[in-house]
């Protein structure tokens, strides 16, 4: 079957755009093989890739089906040269041991004038076990100036102690990851590390599969720029609507950039407010004193968790904590004495000009729930202290 694949050339080279909202352009495309029976019904490429491993081709299906993604993608390269190509190959043929010269695509990307840099080599590290080989394949051709990147990342046994082993220029990040990602708070979490972590290695990353208005707009919240999905456009083998692309990076970019504003607007008006409620709750304190029970102020603001008081200059916290809910016994507020030298809140307000500070979101160690952190420092008789209350998630994006 795969022979005769071959011999008769029964595929077809798909296109699909992979888009930078922030540049707003078109910065590359895969290449997908599209296959048919003689019939011209089309065929499942995992089932034609799973043929080819059967019928022992998949070294020779491999490297016909780069040839041809290459010879269709130089049309598109001397028209705008700028353009990368994302070119996958099997994997998991790097579990043999194979002379990396074998893989033959280098002369014909030569021969067609397009140069390696404008080259991406696509691996599914997780269909690999030979690390060796692997990081071997991935400095040779990164040492003739092709790109690498890892695909599928996140999928089945990702791991990622590979991005550090690798060091590929690009990360794309498996669609299982991206789906409904503005709904589901664990995949945001595990791309922000993944994010973190590739642009600490200098690598770029890439959003897959994205679907939806929404998953853009969170990636691009997670300093994600590549996109690569239906939402855009699907794979095509004739030229892209070039205008039509234009457009949804023209109307993504400002929806981006009215979020960012928002973002920025709320963050203000949350400090606005609670320099204004820890303002009250220091005028009630000055006029009675550090003991003077502060429920009330709790009872008065929903969006408050928690109220504690510390000395600012030691940290140590004086009374105990004044909370909105029983918790259970992991999840214990801070008693008086305890210290929260060590704590972002405290040292940064107590160094601070301003005398005041609002922390990124953490989990409460008095709840277990997601909130963040608002200081301020104030006088009480002659000593300096700081007031701290925890805002509810409810409260902030």
């Known amino acids: 079957m795969i022979y005769n694949i071959m011999e008769k050339e029964l595929l077809n080279i798909y296109f699909q755009p992979i888009l930078s909202v922030k540049s707003s352009r078109v910065v590359g495309v895969e290449a997908l093989m599209r296959a048919y029976d003689e019939n011209g019904d089309m065929l499942s490429p995992v089932f034609v890739f799973e043929q080819a491993k059967k019928e022992g081709l998949s070294f020779e299906f491999d490297k016909f089906v780069r040839k041809k993604s290459l010879q269709a993608f130089s049309k598109l390269y001397h028209s705008q040269n700028n353009l990368l190509l994302f070119l996958n190959f099997e994997s998991h043929l790097l579990n043999m041991k194979v002379d990396f010269k074998d893989f033959d695509f280098c002369l014909l990307a030569h021969e067609l004038k397009i140069p390696p840099k404008n080259i991406v080599l696509e691996i599914k590290e997780n269909e690999i076990n030979d690390i060796k080989n692997l990081q071997e394949f991935c400095n040779y051709f990164k040492s003739l100036g092709y790109i690498i990147a890892l695909d599928d990342f996140g999928s089945g046994n990702s791991n990622f102690d590979r991005i550090s082993t690798v060091k590929p ?72 609507d070039q205008k039509m692309l234009q457009e949804k990076l023209f109307d993504i970019g400002l929806k981006h950039t009215q979020n960012v504003k928002d973002l920025i607007h709320r963050k203000e008006k949350l400090i606005e407010d609670a320099r204004d409620y820890t303002q009250d709750i220091i005028s009630f304190i000055q006029k009675t004193s550090l003991q003077e029970d502060l429920m009330q102020f709790l009872e008065s603001n929903l969006h408050v968790e928690a109220i504690y008081v510390l000395d600012a200059q030691n940290g140590v916290q004086k009374g105990d904590t004044f909370i909105a809910k029983e918790t259970n016994e992991f999840f214990t507020p801070a008693k008086d004495g305890d210290s929260h030298f060590i704590k972002e809140y405290f040292y940064i307000t107590k160094e601070s000009k301003r005398g005041s500070f609002l922390s ?38």
């Open 169 to 240: 220029q690009i990360v794309k990040i498996d669609r299982s990851l991206i789906y409904n990602l503005h709904n589901n708070f664990i995949n945001k979490e595990i791309l922000k590390s993944i994010a973190n972590m590739c642009f600490k290695i200098g690598a770029l990353v890439l959003a897959e599969g994205v679907e939806s208005e929404e998953e853009i707009l969170k990636s691009l919240k997670l300093d994600i720029d590549l996109f690569q999905g239906f939402w855009f456009a699907k794979p095509k083998s004739e030229a892209f």
């Open 360 to 397: 990124q979101k953490y989990i409460s160690r008095a709840s277990g729930k997601m909130c963040r952190t608002y200081a301020q420092r104030f006088m009480h008789e002659t000593k300096e202290y700081i007031v701290c209350i925890d805002l509810k998630e409810g409260h902030f994006s």
